[in-house]
């Protein structure tokens, strides 16, 4: 019984640090990440699909979370009319396959984030910082690197996960990011 109030102990004082350690900001993919390390490990807690797949729909969750705050910025600060209104279409995509992120998640017990994740929450300040022709510019480049790393991602998945539900939510979503991909490198040729 000591022992396992000085392992309490331990770990509470560990925690209380954790959350001490000066980082305001908490990243919502580790937490994720986490919960879904402890569910895949615990006998209890079974997790209804492979990590690989989990992974997947964490990652699948935070870029679609990225995706809207990045197409709002764009339809506040975008300046070329083409650029709001594919902030405004990628807003609109993002939200409805964000959608469909948790409602596999809720079904296969994936813990997702509810925001995007540190590395993308600088993409996201960094382009806050910009406007004009400068804003559009870098928002563009971004969009289209996004769209291409995504494409990609989602093609692995649709051909290596191993649940048939987010293999395919995968093939399902394919078109719409490449759909976004023609869309945005059309305004980018327009723009030059």
């Known amino acids: ?18 959350a001490c350690n000066g980082n305001s900001k908490h990243d919502a993919v580790a937490k ?3 919960l879904n390390a402890v569910k895949d490990t615990t006998k209890q807690l079974s997790i209804a699909v492979e990590k690989m797949d989990a992974q997947f729909i964490v990652d ?3 870029g679609d979370l990225t995706q809207i705050e990045l197409g709002n910025l764009a339809q506040q600060k975008g300046i070329s009319k083409q650029v709001k209104n594919f902030g ?9 396959i964000n959608d ?5 998640a809720v079904t296969k017990n994936i813990s997702i984030p509810k925001a995007p994740g540190a590395k993308e929450q600088k993409k996201i300040k960094k382009l806050r910082t910009k406007s004009g022709k400068d804003f559009d510019k870098a928002y563009i480049r971004e969009m ?3 769209h291409e790393k995504d494409i ?10 191993l649940d048939p539900d987010v293999k395919s939510f995968a093939e399902k979503t394919i078109p719409v990011l490449q759909q976004h991909l023609d869309a945005i490198n059309a305004i980018e040729e327009s723009m030059r």
């Open 1 to 18: 019984m000591k022992k396992l109030s000085i392992t309490i102990a331990v770990v509470t004082v560990l925690y209380i640090l954790q």
């Open 32 to 34: 994720a990440d986490s």
């Open 60 to 62: 699948a969750a935070n």
């Open 88 to 96: 405004a279409m990628i807003t609109k995509d993002h939200s409805a």
């Open 100 to 104: 469909m992120v948790k409602a596999i």
């Open 144 to 146: 289209i690197s996004d």
């Open 152 to 161: 990609k991602t989602f093609q692995t998945a649709a051909k290596k996960c």
